[in-house]
């Protein structure tokens, strides 16, 4: 059960990078901070690249797929949270709409920010009920089988969706945006050396 391991620690690096967006979103909003496009360009591709093209994929085809064959009567929830990877990437395109906005004209700040929230309380909620509800059942109803291909599914380096060692290249970004993060969250310049 790898995958369980992984999957947690795989949320706990998505968390970090949402929670720092929206600590930067903040700084910016109450003027501690100048924006900076290339960091927030940098959480964009994070989320963008990670959660949405790989992490949730992968959820949906390996362990929703043979929890739904061991525990039907757990598909209602699965159904709502396959429901949200879709939506979730619709809500993510339309966050780097409003960031685009807001690039293009700094009063645009408002609706970006409140997307930022709408969207780290999206993903939060999500995220709880993979852990609260499925991970538990997941442990329980399935077999050493299932999980030598879960594990095999999220423990591969070389990933073929996007063809290069993911779990390395995602690694050494995250800790690019923490490097240019401002404190408390990251370990960049403070915010009034900026
Ligand atoms: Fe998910
Ligand atoms: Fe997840």
Redesign the pocket.
């Known amino acids: 059960m790898k995958a369980i391991a992984i999957?947690q620690d795989?949320?706990r690096a998505?968390t970090a990078v949402i929670e720092g967006l929206r600590h930067v979103v903040e700084e910016v909003r109450a003027g501690r901070m100048a924006v900076d496009h290339a960091l927030l360009g940098a959480m964009f591709h994070y989320i963008e690249a990670f959660?949405e093209k790989l992490?949730?994929p992968k959820?949906d085809d390996f362990l929703f797929a043979r929890l739904r064959a061991r525990a039907p009567d757990i598909a209602p929830v699965l159904d709502g949270?396959e429901h949200e990877h879709v939506v979730g990437r619709e809500r993510f395109s339309e966050l780097k709409a409003k960031w685009e906005r807001y690039r293009a004209d700094a009063a645009a700040l408002e609706p970006f920010a409140e997307g930022v929230e709408r969207y780290a309380h999206f993903h939060w909620r999500?995220?709880r009920r993979?852990?609260d509800e499925v991970l538990p059942r997941a442990a329980k109803a399935l077999t050493a089988e299932d999980w030598a291909a879960i594990d095999a599914a999220f423990a591969s380096n070389d990933d073929p969706i996007v063809g290069v060692p993911a779990s390395k290249a995602f690694r050494e970004l995250f800790r690019r945006i923490v490097a240019i993060a401002p404190p408390p969250w990251g370990v960049g310049p403070e915010a009034s050396q900026r």
């Open positions: 999957i795989e949320h998505i959660p992490h949730h959820e949270l999500h995220m993979e852990e």
